[in-house]
């Protein structure tokens, strides 16, 4: 059963850092999309980065392209999300998230839509003050 643990979360002012952490096990993720994506208080979710665990393809959403980079260890079979000039519209609980079965051919929409994904971690907090 593939478990997605993430961690990392946590209360900072505008311009800090932060790396999220997703620990994933159950599987073999070389055949999976990993993604990240956010949900803030009485909005949708809504799609953060995700990356090809094989390949090393990333996608990144407009909001945060240029401040955040995903990345993946393969030896601790985990996930990161560094965030850099983090912003107060930041804020929000952030989710790891895997799709099987993906593939080179597979489109940006797979990777980006949170309904093509199959297995959710609990989600970390992140808060941004201004």
């Known amino acids: 059963q593939v478990q997605l643990v993430e961690s990392g979360g946590g209360l900072v002012q505008a311009g800090d850092s932060l790396r999220l952490s997703c620990a994933a096990s159950g599987r073999t993720f070389s055949s999976y999309a990993m993604g990240w994506f956010r949900q803030a ?7 953060v980065a995700a990356i090809n665990w094989r390949l090393g393809t990333t996608y990144y959403a407009d909001s945060v392209k240029d401040r955040f980079t995903i990345s993946r260890d393969n030896a601790r079979n985990t996930v990161y999300l560094q965030m850099s000039s983090l912003k107060p519209e930041d804020t929000a609980v952030y989710y790891c998230a895997a799709q099987e079965g993906i593939t080179p051919y597979s489109s940006r929409y797979s990777y980006t ?8 971690g609990q989600g970390t907090q992140v ?4």
């Open 41 to 47: 208080p009485g909005q949708e979710r809504e799609f």
């Open 113 to 120: 839509t949170s309904g093509k994904y199959d297995y959710w």
């Open 127 to 130: 808060t941004v003050s201004s």
